[in-house]
Nanobody, 121 residues
Framework: QVQLVESGGGLVQAGGSLRLSCAAS???????MAWFRQAPGKEREFVAV????????YYADHVKGRFTISRVNAKNTVYLQMNSLKPEDTAVYYC???????????????WGQGTQVTVSS
């Protein structure tokens, strides 16, 4: 069983940066880890995913070049560095885990509770 806990959200001005963390209670070293987000009134959408080895990463087009996903398996932690934040990045950000890479939320087995990110204009 894997439990995921996100942290690092908050309020930031447009153009600013935040780093989200996702700490896992179980061993996630063989899991692909992803970040999704959900804004009010919208469906949950894919943000980024990283393979268990860290060797492969994929990003949604709307965050490519601004966000970076990384992981430290020894710490059972995944990060999302978010730079050049825009008001449209405002959402609850969730981390998720599964055995292999995927960009569809329904494919993920384990989820955290989410952390709120608010970007003011």
């Amino acid at each position: 069983q894997v439990q995921l806990v996100e942290s690092g959200g908050g309020l930031v001005q447009a153009g600013g940066s935040l780093r989200l963390s996702c700490a896992a209670s179980g061993r996630i070293s063989r899991f692909a880890m992803a970040w999704f987000r959900q804004a009010p009134g919208k469906e949950r959408e894919f943000v980024a995913v990283i393979r268990w080895s860290g060797g492969s990463t994929y990003y949604a087009d709307h965050v490519k070049g601004r966000f970076t996903i990384s992981r430290v398996n020894a710490k059972n932690t995944v990060y999302l560095q978010m730079n050049s934040l825009k008001p449209e990045d405002t959402a609850v950000y969730y981390c998720a885990a599964r055995w292999d890479l995927a960009t569809v939320s329904d494919d993920y087995t384990y989820w955290g509770q989410g952390t709120q990110v608010t970007v003011s204009s």
